[in-house]
């Protein structure tokens, strides 16, 4: 009999001028690696990350390029979730972010604690 994965969620609050949005997709895809179901919740600065090239030029040697690790997380299976009210106060909306991310409430985060996710935040 399987069991689901355990749950983590990542929220990360640095934008591409900060080495923590870097290193919080290292500790989510390490996650990934790990078996863990991983969630990355941006709020504040850390929206301007999934806009469409936004993160294309931020490196923090000796991680991968932003942009790769977000490629990765996503394509291994990790979410992404925006704050909606940090989306409406930057004037951004769904059309400007990179495929796949979802404009969602705290409550969808909130809902994932109920249920015993654990969570850091960068």
């Known amino acids: 009999m399987s069991q689901d994965p355990r749950e983590l969620v990542v929220l990360v609050t640095r934008g591409t001028d900060h080495e923590l949005s870097s290193v919080a997709f290292t500790i989510a895809c390490g996650g ?11 709020t504040s600065a850390a929206v301007d990350l999934v806009r469409r090239n936004a993160a294309d030029m ?32 930057r004037g951004y909306t769904q059309a400007d972010f990179i495929d796949g991310v979802e404009v969602a409430g705290a409550s969808v985060i909130h809902e994932k604690f109920r249920n015993g996710a654990a969570s850091l935040s960068f």
């Open 32 to 42: 990934i690696t790990a078996g863990l179901k991983v969630t990355a919740f941006l």
């Open 58 to 89: 931020a490196h923090v040697p000796p991680l991968d390029p932003l942009r790769q690790l977000m490629t990765d997380f996503m394509a291994r299976g990790g979410t992404i979730i925006a704050c909606p009210p940090c989306v409406k106060a």
